[in-house]
């Protein structure tokens, strides 16, 4: 069954949003004026967005950008995010999950986010490439989990994939603080059957009416 990215915006809207961007960079944010948060403090902001920190990477390829707001969970609590290039139109899907890739299942699992039609596999080093529906892709084995970049087989070359792929990596505190956007401190839902006098029980009573 394909996984699904749970981005913060859909990925088709995502070249809307930076066409006012300047110079592109992989990590396009001003110098920080503080130092970034400790390990511990970034763990807990990824897990609070459902992400798995072992598995947030971070890639290079010249002339795409990294785009913050595409950085989510894939799958169960793996990682999701996009590089945009203006020049080329064209986008680099990076996604990380658990598992492995191999000879026997690499046939078996889609291509990107699903592309449509059979899946082709051929072995390039370490890495293997993937081809379907009009997208393709490399997905490095790691050590408990698998890394794939893939975008367009009209607009990306197969050598820019490759190099995306030898380049991902796993981001620095820096890198990670930019990625990760603080979370949400909400507080807990008010039960309107709560009394705030008393021992706290349920409010039964019943009204006017039934």
């Keep these: 069954m394909p996984r699904a990215a749970r981005v913060l915006l859909p990925l088709t809207l995502l070249p809307v949003l930076i066409t006012a961007c300047g110079n592109e960079k992989v990590v396009d944010a001003p110098e920080p004026r503080r130092p970034a948060p400790d390990r511990a403090e970034l763990q807990a902001r990824a897990e609070a967005l459902g992400l798995a920190p072992e598995l947030v990477h ?11 707001q595409s950085v989510g969970v894939y799958g169960g609590d793996g990682f999701s995010s996009a590089y945009w290039s203006r020049k080329r139109d064209a986008q680099i899907l990076l996604l990380v999950d658990r598992g492995t890739m191999t000879a026997e299942n690499c046939p078996k699992q889609p291509v990107g986010q699903g592309a449509m039609g059979p899946v082709t596999c051929e072995r390039d080093g370490d890495a293997w490439y993937r081809t379907s529906g009009g997208q393709h892709e490399y997905a490095v084995p790691e050590k408990g989990h698998a890394v794939r970049i893939g975008g367009d087989t009209a607009k990306i070359d197969r ?11 796993r981001p620095t505190s820096a890198e990670l603080a930019f990625l990760l956007p603080h979370p949400r401190h909400e507080g807990p839902v008010k039960r309107g059957d709560l009394p705030s006098l008393g021992d706290g029980t349920p409010n039964n009573d019943v009204g006017p009416g039934g």
């Excluded at 890639?59 to 795409?64: A, D, H, L, Q, W």
């Excluded at 050598?159 to 991902?168: G, H, K, Q």
């Design 58 to 68: 971070v890639t290079e390829s010249r002339g795409f950008t990294l785009l913050r």
């Design 159 to 169: 050598d820019v994939l490759r190099a995306a792929a030898e380049a991902a990596r």
